[in-house]
């Protein structure tokens, strides 16, 4: 019974360098969410699959970011060329469907720290 | 309560005590809530949540409270316990119109006084 995986736990990257950060959701979740929580503060939106759909990107904060999900399951969340104000928790989270009732289940993050 | 910018609002509360944190949300189309709480390196955790065709819901030690009319939403642990000590997060459904969504809170951190 596993939970969400999220890899690597902490990420540390120079200025300029792209990343890649990663997300194993709960089998059988079909909505996946990305947020990201910087020290002290709550969780900011990034960006949101659920299914087939085409995903709701409308959190990203700039086009050095992206992200995808691969058969329904794996998701990479990818920032290019790094800037420092990017370091922060990264936090995925999956649902068993984006139907209003169901709670989102959180990994343990991605500290990514861009120096 | 809710913090904007770096500094989240912190409720110290002695060992054994209730605990209330509060909520205000922002879309009176909202109809689903959850708390959340989070401890140091470890991702949010779902706690207890509510519809909005309640106003009460009750857990182990825990109740939430919801009022529509003001938009508010509170979370009561009862006899508080050191391992209540965390950052406390409020969400809402923002509703079908927002792909629904969910939207956190800022934040309440809750520190437990042996």
């Known amino acids: 019974g596993a939970g969400v995986s999220q890899s690597p736990s902490n990420k540390v990257t120079e200025k300029g360098k792209d990343v890649e950060l990663r997300c194993d959701p709960i089998?059988?979740?079909?909505?996946l969410y990305w947020y990201r929580q910087s020290l002290g503060q709550g969780l900011e939106f990034l960006i949101y699959?659920?299914?087939?759909?085409?995903?709701?990107k409308s959190g990203l904060p700039s086009d050095r970011f992206s992200a995808e999900r691969t058969g329904g399951s794996v998701s990479t969340l990818t920032i290019q060329r790094t800037q420092q104000e990017d370091s922060a928790v990264y936090l995925c989270?999956?649902?068993?469907?984006?139907?209003?009732?169901?709670?989102?289940?959180f990994g343990n993050g991605t500290r990514l720290t861009v120096t | 309560g809710e913090s904007v910018g770096l500094h989240l609002p912190t409720l110290s509360v002695q060992e054994g005590d209730n605990s209330i944190i509060n909520c205000a949300y922002s879309n009176s189309a909202s109809d689903y809530f959850i708390w959340y709480k989070q401890e140091s390196g470890k991702g949010p955790q779902f706690i207890i949540d509510i519809r909005s065709n309640m106003d009460k819901r009750q857990g182990q030690r825990v109740t939430v409270l919801l009022n529509k009319t003001v938009k508010h939403l509170s979370l009561q642990i009862a006899a508080t316990q050191p391992g209540d000590s965390a950052v406390y997060f409020c969400a809402e459904n923002m509703g079908v119109a927002a792909g629904n969504k969910l939207t956190f809170g800022g934040g309440t951190r809750v520190l437990v006084k042996p």
């Open positions: 989270a999956s649902s068993l469907t984006d139907q209003r009732g169901f709670p989102l289940h």
């Open positions: 699959f659920q299914g087939n759909s085409a995903p709701d």
């Open positions: 089998s059988g979740h079909t909505a």
